[in-house]
Nanobody, 122 residues
């Protein structure tokens, strides 16, 4: 059984930093690109960032580029470090595993976690 479990969400003031992580089990971790998405009620799930299987390639959504950083180890964990947070970053953050690095579409992901809530107050 594949499990992706996010942790580290919480509340922070605008301008602050927060790190969330995702622990994977039940899949060959290094065979999957890992991605982060976020979603607020009433809106579509938004691509945040992706990291390739080796960790050598990364890409970010336009709304977070330059403020967020994604990293991974070669065991089972991927992190999303968030800096200079804004109230509009408030969302449930989801990690996803994808056998392909290139897609940014939620429908293409192979596995999903259940999400962790990040709240940024002004």
């Amino acid at each position: 059984q594949v499990l992706l479990v996010e942790s580290g969400g919480g509340s922070v003031q605008a301008g602050g930093s927060l790190s969330v992580s995702c622990a994977a089990s039940g899949l060959p971790f290094t065979m999957y690109a890992m991605k982060w998405f976020r979603q607020v009620p009433g809106k579509e799930r938004e691509f945040v960032g992706a990291i390739s299987r080796s960790g050598g390639s990364k890409r970010y959504g336009a709304g977070v580029k330059g403020r967020f950083a994604i990293s991974r180890d070669n065991k089972n964990t991927v992190w999303l470090q968030m800096y200079s947070l804004k109230p509009e970053d408030t969302a449930v953050y989801y990690c996803a595993a994808d056998s392909e690095y290139g897609s940014m579409f939620p429908g293409d992901m192979d596995y999903w976690g259940k999400g962790t809530l990040v709240t940024v107050s002004s």
